[in-house]
């Protein structure tokens, strides 16, 4: 009886709860994005008057000689790019230094934990790009962004190929597989699915970033998507229809990746719960 | 650059040397090769341990790119000396254990409600996490426009119901804890995700052994629960603090540091300090805030994974 009781009711309660805490604020980023500047000047929780989404989305894409388009191409470069480095030098570092024990493996562990812990140093790191002329370029971003975000992939490949059996090596070796030939072609597809976590978390991350695109790739010529939305509150305080609007655009991806793979991304997130 | 090469050269130097000792057999070729670690290891040392190590000396100079000056520990006397840059380290401290214990306490709570056989809880669980997918901006825009103090939404209805909401993000006092509410929202729901997979992981046979000894809920909860849960909370602690001590983003989409600079942390320091073109000051800065990650951190997780193996 007290299970239904809390079954039914506490549902309901935390539902509603969830609803106006977390549903809310997004549905507002909606509705703003919907209204004409005028009416989306009061800031107010309503439903439009008058919905022009899609004018304002077009508005937004054409702003500035179509600099938000430009940012979404830069982006989805950076992403693809970061994101496939980190995952076949994740994967290759990740592979050996679970299958072979040597006395290297102590400081690249020491290493790996490092770099998931320790602040970057912004300022050299500036130093160093300009020195190899990447400064404001995205090749340089995308190196920045495989450099931090090698840790995170290691960590993930090296526990996931614990669980692949040794014996496979012995056999693609015994059948003449040189070290390239049994890592990419036996071993690699093997990781499909810890691949798959890895690429959806770091695009999500890589996507997300504002901070290092923010030091490392500064000014409108290859602005990333978080950027654009910062340049729109320095330029047009007054237009929230048209900051939301961009809010909107850049929030979908995040949104599209969760929808269609929340089960890889929630076991990426949370793989450190279990084991500690 | 010289640093990966240097390395790579000890490296090869290593394995060059020792394979003549049993020179009797010649040892088979790994199929594990060293060189695997050598695409990632030029990333990895040239854009992030050179960058780190370097630090240590930019920290010591006047820096401006072009010209470096050392003046020794001016840096560091200046940061601790400035009660902007002073506020700066404090306001870090107070942000990173705010949050990580509002996370843990909340995400804990969540975890285990959202464990328990309620309606929706799929939904839940959905629409608890999706706020730590959205970008970090997108999410300090939209607060800051809904906590503006006059128009704002949360204060008008605030203001529906008799009460008179504060300046949340224009009141000195409250500003940088505004700002660590956000961060709370925004992050609640990974801390939920991770305890729900510790709750996961407990085997349903303790709990059943405890309703045949006579066990309440609570006493399920404060001896089966919480202490098998303790490699969650080791990462929600971990996850959090670390993400808190070096937080920008969202402060800066919000506040950027103020009202004047009330609500500054040490990474809005840096940036600050780097765009104002005082290279030295900001990488001191740096410097700063990987001592204070490294001296909570190291001994934090040492502590927290030896509790964990006395048990």
Known sequence: MRNVAWKWGGGSVAILVAIVIFIVPFTFIVFTAGKTQAEASFLEFTWPTEW???????????????????????????????????????????????????????????????????????????????????????????????????????????????????????????????????????IFPLLRSVIVTVIVVQAVFVFSDFTYALYFLPGDANATVQLTTFNYISQSASAFNLLFADVLLITIPPLIMYIFFQRQIVAGMTSGAVKG | MTTATATG???????????????????????????????????????????????????????????????GFDNFIRFFQEPQLVTGFINTFIYAFLTSGAKVVLGLLFGVLLSSQIIGRGFLRATIFFPVLVSTIGVGILFKVLMDPFDGPINETLAAIGIQGPGWLTDPSIALLSVALVDIWKGVGLATLIYIAGMVAIPQEYYEAAKVDGAGAWNNFRHITLPLLRPATVTVVLLSLIGGLRS???????????????????????????????????????????????????????WLNRKEADQ
């Open chain 2, 248 to 302: 920008f983003d969202l402060i800066w989409a919000m506040t950027g540091g103020g009202p004047g600079f009330t609500s500054d942390v040490l990474a809005s320091v840096i940036y600050k300090q780097y765009q104002a073109g005082f290279f030295g000051l900001s990488t001191a800065g740096n410097v700063v805030l990987f001592l204070v990650v490294a001296a909570i951190i190291f001994p934090l997780s040492w």
């Open chain 1, 52 to 186: 022009v989404l899609f004018e304002n989305i077009a508005t937004v894409l054409q702003n500035r000689d179509w600099l938000l388009v430009r940012a979404f191409v830069n982006s989805t470069l950076l992403t693809v790019g970061a994101v496939s480095i980190m995952v076949v030098l994740g994967a290759m570092v990740g592979y050996v230094l679970q299958r072979r024990k040597s006395r290297w493996n102590p400081v690249v562990n020491t290493l790996v934990l490092a770099g998931l812990i320790i602040p970057p140093a912004v300022v050299p790191t500036i130093w160093v790009l300009q020195g190899l002329g990447l400064f404001k370029t995205l090749v340089g971003l995308i190196a920045v962004h495989v450099a931090f975000g090698l840790s995170f992939c290691i960590l993930l490949f090296r526990a996931f190929v614990a669980t692949i059996p040794r014996e496979l090596d012995e056999a693609a070796v015994i059948d003449g597989a040189g070290p390239v030939k049994l890592f990419f072609r036996v």
């Open chain 2, 9 to 71: 050269r000890t490296a090869t130097g290593r394995t060059a040397t020792s394979p003549p000792k049993p020179a009797k057999r010649k040892p088979m070729k790994s199929p594990y090769p060293s060189w695997f670690f050598i695409p990632a290891g030029v990333f990895y040392v040239v854009l992030f341990l050179v960058p780190t190590v370097a630090s240590f000396y930019f920290s010591l100079t006047r820096w401006t790119l072009f010209d470096v000056e050392f003046i």
